[in-house]
T-cell receptor, first 113, second 116 residues
C-alpha cells in the first residue's frame, strides 16, 4: 500500500510569486485535506476536497486554492505569496469526508523570501 | 466550536520513566479525539483515536490515552519512555462545525525530550 506522497519536499519562492504543491493520495482514499503548519505551531486546516469538489474550508484567503483530480490526487495553489506563507504544507488523505483517520504525507517546506 | 488545549509546551523525562502529556478538550458534541506524533522533518503519524467505543484507548508504540468526560481531558501516557519517543505530540479534535466538517483541529503541540 502506497502512502501519501508530496512534491516537492522543499521550495523557495519570492514574495508576490505563485506556487503549486502536489499530493498523491493513499490508494483507495477519495478525500484530501491540506494543512499549513507554521514553525512551532500545530497544523491549521486550509481546505478539504472530496470527489473533486471543495468540501470545507478553514480561515484562509481566496489566494489559497486547490484542485482534486479524478485519480484523487490534489494540488494546492497559492497566489501572491507573502512572507507569512512560509510554512510546512501537509497533505492528508482519508477513506471518507468525516470519520476515517487522516493519513499524512511528509509535507512540503515552503520558504518565501 | 471544538478546541483542544495542550497544557505543556515541553516535557522532559528520563529514559525508562513514565510519560504524561496533558490535553483538555472543548466540544459541544461527543468528540472524536486523536493523538498524533511528528518526528523532526516528518509528517504526522496517528498514535491513537477515541471515538466513544471505550474510554481507555491503546495506541501504537505502547502509548495509551484515557477519555474523561467529567474532566474534559484526554491525556496521553506511556509507562516507560524510550529515546525514540522524542518528538512533537499533538492532541487533536475532529471539527464538526460548518467549514471544518470532518477536519482536524490541532493543539499547539508538546515537545517531548527523553534524556539518557
Amino acid at each position: 500500500e502506497t502512502g501519501v506522497t508530496q512534491s516537492p519536499t522543499h521550495l523557495i519562492k519570492t514574495r508576490g510569486q505563485q506556487v503549486t504543491l502536489r499530493c498523491s493520495s493513499q490508494s483507495g482514499h477519495n478525500t484530501v485535506s491540506w494543512y499549513q503548519q507554521a514553525l512551532g505551531q500545530g497544523p491549521q486546516f486550509i481546505f478539504q476536497y472530496y470527489r473533486e469538489e471543495e468540501n470545507g474550508r478553514g480561515n484562509f484567503p481566496p489566494r489559497f486554492s486547490g484542485l482534486q483530480f479524478p485519480n484523487y490526487s490534489s494540488e494546492l495553489n497559492v497566489n501572491a505569496l507573502e512572507l507569512d506563507d512560509s510554512a510546512l504544507y501537509l497533505c492528508a488523505s482519508s477513506l471518507d469526508r468525516a470519520y476515517s483517520p487522516l493519513h499524512f504525507g511528509n509535507g512540503t517546506r515552503l520558504t518565501v523570501t | 466550536a471544538q478546541s483542544v488545549t495542550q497544557l505543556d509546551s515541553h516535557v522532559s523525562v528520563s529514559e525508562g520513566t513514565p510519560v504524561l502529556l496533558r490535553c483538555n478538550y472543548s466540544s459541544s458534541y461527543s468528540p472524536s479525539l486523536f493523538w498524533y506524533v511528528q518526528h523532526p522533518n516528518k509528517g504526522l503519524q496517528l498514535l491513537l483515536k477515541y471515538t466513544s467505543a471505550a474510554t481507555l484507548v491503546k495506541g501504537i508504540n505502547g502509548f495509551e490515552a484515557e477519555f474523561k468526560k467529567s474532566e474534559t481531558s484526554f491525556h496521553l501516557t506511556k509507562p516507560s519512555a524510550h529515546m525514540s519517543d522524542a518528538a512533537e505530540y499533538f492532541c487533536v479534535v475532529r471539527g464538526v462545525d460548518g467549514g471544518s466538517q470532518g477536519n482536524l483541529i490541532f493543539g499547539k503541540g508538546t515537545k517531548l525530550s527523553v534524556k539518557p
